[in-house]
């Protein structure tokens, strides 16, 4: 059975920082592009950041270009989200999720979710 778990989720204050971590297990991922969404209260779920299976081509929504990375060891089986200078219009959940089609930016193209990680960001 295949399991995506997301933790490092909290509360944090304006400009403040955190590190999300999805944990993947149940089969090997290495091959798929490793994606993080979110969503926040009343909003649909958006896209995050994606990484491809090699972990060099990234890519990243507007809204967090230049303040979130994305990154992932295959070794571990595990996708990260660093989350610098945090703004309160970055509070939502955050869902990590896999795709067979490296470089999606739509949630239908993604297979796998995990249950996700609140995060809140206060001003």
């Known amino acids: 059975q295949v399991q995506l778990v997301e933790s490092g989720g909290g509360l944090v204050q304006a400009g403040g920082s955190l590190r999300l971590s999805c944990a993947i297990s149940g089969r090997t991922f290495s091959r798929h592009g490793l994606g993080w969404f979110r969503q926040a209260p009343g909003k649909e779920r958006e896209f995050v950041a994606t990484v491809a299976w090699g972990g060099l081509s990234t890519y990243y929504a507007d809204s967090v270009k230049g303040r979130f990375t994305i990154s992932r060891d295959n070794a571990k089986n595990t996708v990260y989200l660093q989350m610098d200078s945090l703004k309160p219009e970055d509070t939502a959940v955050y869902y990590c999720?896999?795709?067979?089609?490296?470089?999606?930016?739509?949630?239908?193209?993604?297979?796998?979710w995990g249950r996700g990680t609140q995060v809140t960001v206060s001003s």
């Open positions: 999720a896999a795709t067979a089609t490296p470089g999606s930016v739509t949630t239908m193209q993604y297979r796998y």
